[in-house]
Nanobody, 118 residues
Framework: QVQLVESGGGWVQTGGSLRLSCAAS?????MGWSRQAPGKQREFVAV???????NYADSVKGRFTISKGNAKNTVYLQMNSLKPEDTAVYYC???????????????WGQGTQVTVSS
């Protein structure tokens, strides 16, 4: 069983930035983020493999950057130029493949709230 612990959510105005962090309890190939807004389905945001290959949802390309931390089994999501439609609970997501994370499968953290005000 993989445990994922997220941190870094909060409130920010439109155009602002936030950085999310996630630490996994064991080494796992693909780590990423998904989000769920009120009344909507959970959707993929970004994923990075242990080899450093990253994928992004079209809605966040050019604004969000996923990276691996120096600490083992840690991943970050730098979110810039935030918009009200980015408001959601953000979940750290980990799986053996990037495809599994993109399909919102695998293991999940408890989530952290991100609120962007207009």
């Amino acid at each position: 069983q993989v445990q994922l612990v997220e941190s870094g959510g909060g409130w920010v105005q439109t155009g602002g930035s936030l950085r999310l962090s996630c630490a996994a309890s064991i080494s796992i190939n693909a780590m990423g983020w998904s989000r769920q807004a009120p009344g909507k389905q959970r959707e993929f945001v970004a994923v990075i493999s242990s080899g450093g290959i990253a994928n992004y949802a079209d809605s966040v390309k050019g604004r969000f950057t996923i990276s691996k931390g120096n600490a083992k089994n840690t991943v970050y999501l730098q979110m810039n130029s935030l918009k009200p439609e980015d408001t959601a609970v953000y979940y750290c997501n980990a799986a053996s493949t990037r495809a599994a994370v993109i399909n919102t499968g695998g293991y999940w953290g408890q989530g952290t709230q991100v609120t962007v005000s207009s």
